[in-house]
């Protein structure tokens, strides 16, 4: 499956598919099947040869702590009593949603510094990111972080190098349990109904698909066993929206745009005032090490 | 496993009690998923805490930590009560119906028969009535008083779903609600599958939780069937082959055993091993005994090896009691065993009360450690602080590293908890001066040998004479191993029926244990794993996926023992006339000759149906022990004895608190910690984001589960002013650590015999080697106590207390 371009951040034509339609993708999280194993976590990490820092616990099952600009999904665990009284410990595996209508892309100033394929994932294409942290604000899910090291975005690539090749994501094909799989966006719905017959049977009366509307829908999809309350899952949001303040961002900006250059150059600036000068520690450099060998590969 | 991994997926009801698959085996769990999936399968999950796999499942029941055989007693009742029961089954394929010798009783906590001076039981009455025919005497109505049914039923009656709210803390609501889930299986179309592990052997009555459950598994008729069965869920790639191979210190491969101090001969080893069948007709395939231990013998010493000297059977150790790892240490402990080879193990972390283990450890003149990574074993002596607060200049063991392969790095076979041998190939080189086990041990053999060779000694012979038929003698390389493991014919063998044709040609592999024999013809290492090199090659290496009726089977996916059997006692799985239970439960049938189907028949292929042989074959009854006879040391039943630190009594039998013959040292007694002191139930586990104490070594690992945590409940949580990610201390009678708080609504409050019991989950990662944060290991609190029959520690039910602390980071 090639990747054609659909849409590209802050470039006014947008860019057609030259292959022809392409079919949508989808990754499906049934969250009924997820036993919180962190597989698919490590599996990020590796695929993508990152390395989260070890740090502490602080009370939770969750570690890190928060998406970071290594950890680009993360188990989020919430133990939750139903109404029938029985506690349920609902373990949510986050990341990217990779929605139809990318808030990040529509709030990006830079020029295809966020792209959208034709099958529906969302890539940032770092040689583009200008650091300036408006993909953040334009997400719905609070999904992109920017790096302490190189200070660009990042997040999950629905492993679109894999995709490309004909391979699901990283974290589908090490999910022990079938909890993630990977398929055709209309495959992956259909394989979501039989989930959701199954889990009213069971009593889940509430059982349903997440595929938010407010974004277009997702190509990230969840089986939740109560479609109905998406917050006790880690706070999923329960109706995402882009929020209109991107709408108004881009007014602002498209002119801007046109000399991306000099945006570069007032980011650093606003950077340097926000946040200081960079500097540069050791684990900086081990990131640095490791950016150079997966540049290298 | 009495069954398969693949096989779970075809359960109607999945039980996880004393385990935590999809925590400890996640891999293995997505058959718990699939048969969710695709076979509307019940998941039932009872732990002390609402687990990860609590998190999948359509009931889940707390239990206080230790109380399973009360819990599984009263779902024996209920089943009994409610005439739950595979009735042609139970009366069929179980000793249901055999009558128990007059003398057998049961009052107050004890069987008949108990020393309280020895802690033993005199356990003669345990046996069944025979006849005058030599044959058990039975009773088809299973109405006799002393028929195993009646007694059984008369020993449960105690065991009522009140009882088990008050033994247990488990809701009665909730106890009965599982109870009619299990019951459902008793239709003899349907099975449970029961998923258990270190959580129902580790504990001073270990072997009885899971015959408990075993009892259950017969009286349901799901022994044998497909989706059903008793399965150990084994917790390491290779530790099912760690058994098979007899790595134990009182067997020998195949599950033999090892001779005792009172069998000075091998006629007299023989005759309680050889089991005459005790009922007409019955397979009682331990007669075959003879012709395993001599082909044993033959492989390891060859030509050495004759009838004249008894197939060398002078030559193998005889025991005088059982060297466990607790009895191990307790003898460096006491300076009796001052050198040791520690061979993928770490024991520092892992063996009960660390501070015993530490000071056995340096009482040692040397310790050898061979491991692919720096264990805190092979560290024993270096000061770590906190973490290991030794004084480094007054221990003088010398200690050696050898350091080892990782699986990854060798070539070889793994068995894996269903009994599937898989070859697997080396992935990486070892890196720098590393070494394979097998090379390891070879030279050591040959420096061993050499020495004997020059300087003599008391007793040489087995060294000099061990068969070490090797390519390179330094390197033996795991294919020579395996083929050897597997069997060789020695002597052509002449066929029986036809003069002119020879039934075993001398020097080919032995192509299955059936043509094993006692004469010194042939040899085979493990007779189990006979079969897995055939003359048609590497069984092991196999890897056809296909599944005939999709049944879960893959017979051709490497290879299963015994004989490629995928699923035991399968003759279980069909009726008294060899047709199967239902449709869906198809594994094998009678098809007016002979036994086909899906599974290789774990039966006599041309036994009739209507000749009434058992389908317990390895039994002498034919027949499954619902009552075990004198098998087990602490009772033919389970009965329910409370952990050796309990917060309560037992309400079941004031007097008989603890199982009255599990194995304490002197001086451990001293040290169990009483509920006045200690009032909260402890116990111990894994996480999925690590493996044992291996991959906290492994940054990735250690970076999604980086810090020693502690598990408690709110209330508890309240009541000591602890909140979550705050520092805490558990302590012990014998020792206490720091670990952070994780405040959870999982570690529920019970209440037990009227008394408010909390709960403290201590998982056991961490230490101070490695890439996470260094941690205590929870062995710093554990006690020093063994199950009676296989000196298991109870690791998973003790006493301690909590309090916050402050820690200046």
């Given at each position: 499956m090639a990747l054609d371009l659909m849409r590209r951040s802050a470039s006014s034509t947008p860019a057609g598919s030259l292959s022809g339609p392409t079919t949508e993708v989808a990754k499906l999280i049934d969250i009924s099947k997820c036993i919180g194993c962190k597989a698919c976590q490590a599996a990020c990490l590796e695929w993508n040869d990152l390395r989260e820092e070890v740090g502490v616990n602080t009370g939770v099952y969750d570690n890190p702590h928060d998406l970071t600009e290594n950890s680009w999904t993360l188990m989020r665990y919430s133990e939750v009593v139903a109404d029938n009284g029985n506690l349920e410990w609902l373990i949510r595996k986050d990341g990217c949603m990779h929605c139809a209508d990318p808030g990040c892309l529509k709030a990006c100033p830079s020029p295809g510094a966020i792209v959208q394929y034709t099958n529906g994932i969302v890539d940032f294409v770092k040689e583009n990111c200008i650091g300036c942290g408006y993909c953040v604000k334009g997400c719905p899910f609070n999904i992109p972080r920017i790096s302490k090291a190189d200070h660009k975005a990042y997040k999950c690539t629905l492993c679109s190098d894999r995709v490309n090749v004909g391979q699901g994501p990283a974290c589908a094909k090490a999910c022990p349990t079938q909890a993630i799989t990977f398929g055709t966006k209309a495959a992956m719905i259909a394989q979501a109904q039989t989930r959701i017959t199954d889990l009213k049977e069971r009593g889940y009366k509430n059982a349903g698909l997440y595929d938010p509307p407010g974004v277009g829908g997702t190509h990230v999809m969840y089986v939740l066993q109560h479609a109905d309350r998406p917050q006790i899952f880690a706070g999923l949001a329960k109706d995402p929206t882009i929020s209109p303040l991107v709408d108004l961002w881009k007014g602002m900006l498209k002119p801007i745009a046109m000399v991306g250059i000099g945006l570069t150059a007032l980011a650093g600036v606003f950077h340097y005032m926000t946040k200081g000068p960079n500097r540069v520690d050791a684990h900086d450099e081990e990131a640095a090490a490791r950016e150079m060998r997966r540049k290298a590969s | 496993m009495t069954n398969l991994w693949m096989d779970i997926k075809n359960a109607d009801v999945i039980t996880i009690m004393g385990g935590n698959a999809a925590e400890a085996h996640p891999c293995g769990f997505k058959w718990v998923t699939e048969a969710k999936a695709h076979n509307k399968a019940k998941l039932i999950v009872v732990d002390p805490r609402f687990t990860r796999s609590a998190a999948l499942a359509d009931i889940f029941c707390p239990i206080r930590a230790g109380t399973d055989i009360a819990f599984l007693g009263g779902v024996i009742k209920y089943l009994l009560d409610n005439n739950k029961l595979q009735h042609e089954y139970v009366k069929a394929f179980t000793n249901a119906s055999y009558i128990v010798k007059d003398g057998y009783g049961f009052e107050d906590g004890l069987f008949t028969g108990y020393n309280a001076e020895q802690r033993d039981y005199n356990r003669s009455s345990w046996d069944y009535e025979m006849g005058d025919d030599g044959f058990v005497k039975l009773d088809e109505s299973m109405q006799h008083p002393r028929s195993v049914f009646q007694l059984m039923k008369k020993h449960y009656e105690r065991y009522t779903p009140e009882m088990v709210e008050r033994v247990c803390g488990s809701p009665k609501d909730k106890f009965l609600q599982i109870c009619e889930v299990i019951a459902t299986t008793s239709a003899p179309d349907k099975a449970m599958t029961s998923m258990y592990a270190l959580g129902w052997t580790q504990h001073s009555k270990g072997s009885q939780n899971i015959r408990a459950m075993a009892v259950i598994q017969l009286l349901l008729g799901n022994i044998g069937m497909r989706g059903g069965g008793m399965n150990a869920l084994r917790g390491h790639s290779n530790i099912q082959g760690l058994t098979d191979i007899g790595l134990m210190s009182n067997l020998i491969p195949g599950y033999l055993t090892l001779a005792n101090e009172r069998e000075p001969n091998y006629a007299e080893y023989m005759k309680t091993r050889q089991f005459k069948p005790m009922r007409p007709g019955q397979t009682s395939f331990w007669q075959n005994y003879?012709?395993?231990?001599?082909?044993?013998?033959?492989?390891?010493?060859?030509?050495?090896?004759?009838?004249?000297?008894?197939?060398?059977?002078?030559?193998?150790?005889?025991?005088?009691?059982?060297?466990?790892?607790?009895?191990?240490?307790?003898?460096?402990?006491?300076?009796?065993?001052?050198?040791?080879?520690?061979?993928?193990?770490?024991?520092?972390?892992?063996?009960?009360?660390?501070?015993?283990?530490?000071?056995?450890?340096?009482?040692?003149?040397?310790?050898?450690?061979?491991?692919?990574?720096?264990?805190?074993?092979?560290?024993?002596?270096?000061?770590?602080?906190?973490?290991?607060?030794?004084?480094?200049?007054?221990?003088?063991?010398?200690?050696?590293?050898?350091?080892?392969?990782?699986?990854?790095?060798?070539?070889?076979?793994?068995?894996?908890?269903?009994?599937?041998?898989?070859?697997?190939?080396?992935?990486?080189?070892?890196?720098?001066?590393?070494?394979?086990?097998?090379?390891?041990?070879?030279?050591?053999?040959?420096?061993?040998?050499?020495?004997?060779?020059?300087?003599?000694?008391?007793?040489?012979?087995?060294?000099?004479?061990?068969?070490?038929?090797?390519?390179?003698?330094?390197?033996?390389?795991?294919?020579?191993?395996?083929?050897?493991?597997?069997?060789?014919?020695?002597?052509?063998?002449?066929?029986?029926?036809?003069?002119?044709?020879?039934?075993?040609?001398?020097?080919?592999?032995?192509?299955?244990?059936?043509?094993?024999?006692?004469?010194?013809?042939?040899?085979?290492?493990?007779?189990?794993?006979?079969?897995?090199?055939?003359?048609?090659?590497?069984?092991?290496?196999?890897?056809?996926?296909?599944?005939?009726?999709?049944?879960?089977?893959?017979?051709?996916?490497?290879?299963?023992?015994?004989?490629?059997?995928?699923?035991?006692?399968?003759?279980?799985?069909?009726?008294?006339?060899?047709?199967?239970?239902?449709?869906?439960?198809?594994?094998?049938?009678?098809?007016?000759?002979?036994?086909?189907?899906?599974?290789?028949?774990?039966?006599?292929?041309?036994?009739?149906?209507?000749?009434?042989?058992?389908?317990?074959?390895?039994?002498?009854?034919?027949?499954?022990?619902?009552?075990?006879?004198?098998?087990?040391?602490?009772?033919?039943?389970?009965?329910?004895?409370?952990?050796?630190?309990?917060?309560?009594?037992?309400?079941?039998?004031?007097?008989?608190?603890?199982?009255?013959?599990?194995?304490?040292?002197?001086?451990?007694?001293?040290?169990?910690?009483?509920?006045?002191?200690?009032?909260?139930?402890?116990?111990?586990?894994?996480?999925?984001?690590?493996?044992?104490?291996?991959?906290?070594?492994?940054?990735?690992?250690?970076?999604?589960?980086?810090?020693?945590?502690?598990?408690?409940?709110?209330?508890?949580?309240?009541?000591?002013?602890?909140?979550?990610?705050?520092?805490?201390?558990?302590?012990?009678?014998?020792?206490?650590?720091?670990?952070?708080?994780?405040?959870?609504?999982?570690?529920?409050?019970?209440?037990?015999?009227?008394?408010?019991?909390?709960?403290?989950?201590?998982?056991?990662?961490?230490?101070?080697?490695?890439?996470?944060?260094?941690?205590?290991?929870?062995?710093?609190?554990?006690?020093?106590?063994?199950?009676?029959?296989?000196?298991?520690?109870?690791?998973?039910?003790?006493?301690?207390?909590?309090?916050?602390?402050?820690?200046?980071?």
């Open positions: - | 003879g012709k395993f231990f001599v082909s044993f013998t033959k492989s390891m010493w060859g030509a050495a090896a004759t009838k004249d000297n008894d197939f060398c059977y002078d030559w193998l150790p005889k025991l005088d009691v059982t060297y466990d790892v607790l009895r191990a240490f307790e003898l460096m402990h006491q300076g009796r065993i001052n050198g040791y080879f520690c061979q993928g193990f770490n024991p520092l972390m892992s063996f009960p009360n660390r501070k015993k283990i530490a000071g056995a450890l340096a009482k040692l003149k040397y310790l050898v450690v061979i491991d692919p990574l720096q264990t805190e074993t092979a560290r024993f002596w270096e000061n770590h602080g906190e973490h290991n607060d030794v004084n480094s200049a007054s221990i003088q063991t010398e200690v050696f590293e050898l350091p080892t392969t990782c699986f990854a790095e060798d070539e070889g076979s793994l068995t894996n908890s269903g009994r599937w041998l898989q070859w697997h190939w080396a992935g990486a080189d070892a890196p720098w001066e590393t070494k394979g086990d097998i090379d390891i041990m070879a030279e050591l053999h040959l420096r061993l040998k050499a020495l004997y060779q020059k300087e003599g000694g008391v007793f040489p012979d087995p060294i000099l004479n061990l068969v070490w038929p090797y390519k390179d003698p330094k390197k033996p390389h795991p294919e020579e191993i395996a083929k050897e493991v597997n069997g060789y014919v020695l002597e052509d063998v002449p066929d029986p029926n036809d003069a002119t044709k020879k039934l075993l040609t001398a020097g080919q592999q032995m192509p299955g244990f059936a043509l094993l024999r006692d004469d010194g013809k042939t040899a085979c290492g493990c007779w189990i794993y006979s079969g897995s090199w055939t003359p048609a090659g590497n069984q092991m290496a196999r890897r056809d996926t296909a599944d005939p009726e999709n049944a879960g089977l893959a017979p051709r996916w490497a290879w299963s023992w015994p004989a490629n059997r995928r699923i035991l006692y399968n003759r279980a799985s069909a009726d008294l006339n060899g047709k199967p239970w239902g449709p869906s439960k198809k594994l094998i049938e009678w098809n007016g000759t002979t036994w086909t189907g899906l599974d290789v028949p774990d039966y006599g292929p041309a036994n009739k149906p209507e000749a009434g042989v058992g389908p317990f074959i390895m039994n002498p009854e034919g027949t499954a022990r619902l009552f075990t006879r004198g098998m087990m040391r602490d009772g033919p039943f389970p009965e329910h004895y409370e952990p050796f630190e309990t917060p309560v009594g037992n309400p079941m039998h004031q007097k008989v608190v603890s199982n009255p013959v599990a194995r304490v040292f002197r001086g451990d007694m001293e040290v169990f910690g009483t509920a006045k002191d200690f009032p909260y139930v402890a116990t111990t586990y894994r996480l999925t984001e690590h493996f044992h104490f291996w991959s906290k070594h492994v940054q990735v690992n250690a970076s999604l589960q980086p810090e020693l945590f502690v598990e408690l409940g709110e209330d508890l949580a309240k009541e000591k002013g602890i909140r979550n990610g705050d520092w805490m201390k558990v302590s012990s009678n014998r020792g206490s650590i720091k670990a952070k708080a994780v405040v959870t609504k999982r570690m529920m409050t019970l209440k037990c015999d009227g008394k408010v019991v909390h709960q403290v989950g201590i998982p056991i990662h961490w230490g101070f080697t490695g890439a996470t944060k260094k941690g205590y290991g929870a062995n710093m609190l554990t006690p020093y106590v063994g199950d009676a029959n296989i000196e298991t520690p109870e690791y998973k039910a003790f006493l301690v207390d909590v309090e916050k602390i402050n820690v200046v980071s």
